[in-house]
């Protein structure tokens, strides 16, 4: 089973600023089978990007994901006052085991 | 508009039982695999189970393996989980999610709570 580490675990940062989140896989990811999911509090979690790169639909191009293998980012090139909230990735594919991160939390600075 | 709809939580002792459904809408549900998260209260998510489109496979981790059953009844759009001998380390938000444009879960339920408490 894929484990997945989230880094860090908190980032502090301001409305305006860039939001860099890093994913490491213990064991390549298949054919880049990697998401990124946002979580606002209170609410289901949002699938942001799949394929380690692309946006699903109705995602802001300011949300961009990057990287193969077993290293993974999410950057979030401006931060949005609505981007506060807890990003997890996760790896999937065709069939399970589906694993999750532990999870990045973006606070207000 | 695409929807699933979840049902079924509450209050159940250790040791009991409890199932779980999950009501879609808006896409041709026989297409597509289903799955189950949860999320403990404060902690992060955790994949549950998945079923197959036709429901010739089911996939769990260790964590429900043997406890849980996932079933999918296509005539009626549903999804189901079947909790039993829960503890209270099953106490969590449960969400029904899919893939339809991708693999990774693009649509995710609003969740249902189970408490497991005496």
């Known amino acids: 089973e894929i484990v997945l580490t989230q880094s860090p675990a908190t980032l502090s940062l301001s409305p305006g600023e860039r939001a860099t989140l890093s994913c490491r896989a213990s064991?390549?990811?298949?054919?880049?089978?990697l998401a990124w999911h946002q979580q606002k509090p209170g609410q289901a979690p949002r699938l942001l990007i799949y394929?380690?790169?692309s946006r699903a639909t109705g995602i802001p191009d300011r949300f961009s994901g990057s990287g193969s293998g077993t290293d993974f980012t999410l950057t979030i090139s401006r931060l949005e006052p609505e981007d506060f909230a807890v990003y997890y990735c996760?790896?999937?594919?065709?069939?399970?085991?589906?694993?999750f991160g532990p999870g990045t939390k973006v606070e207000i600075k | 508009e695409v929807q699933l709809l979840e049902s079924g939580g509450g209050l159940v002792q250790p040791g009991g039982s409890l199932r779980l459904s999950c009501a879609a809408s808006g896409f041709t549900f026989s297409n597509y695999a289903m799955s189950w998260v949860r999320q403990a209260p404060g902690k992060g998510l955790e994949w549950v189970s998945t079923?197959?489109?036709?429901?010739?496979?089911?996939y769990f981790p260790g964590s429900v393996k043997g406890r849980f059953t996932i079933s999918r009844d296509n005539s009626k759009n549903t999804l189901y989980l079947q909790m039993n001998s829960l503890t209270a380390e099953d106490t969590a938000v449960y969400f029904c999610?899919?893939?339809?444009?991708?693999?990774?879960?693009?649509?995710w339920g609003q969740g249902t709570l189970v408490t497991v408490s005496s």
């Open positions: 996760q790896q999937y594919g065709t069939s399970p085991p589906f694993t």
């Open positions: 394929g380690a790169s």
């Open positions: 064991q390549s990811v298949t054919s880049g089978y």
């Open positions: 079923i197959s489109a036709s429901s010739g496979n089911t």
């Open positions: 999610a899919c893939g339809l444009g991708t693999y990774a879960f693009d649509i």
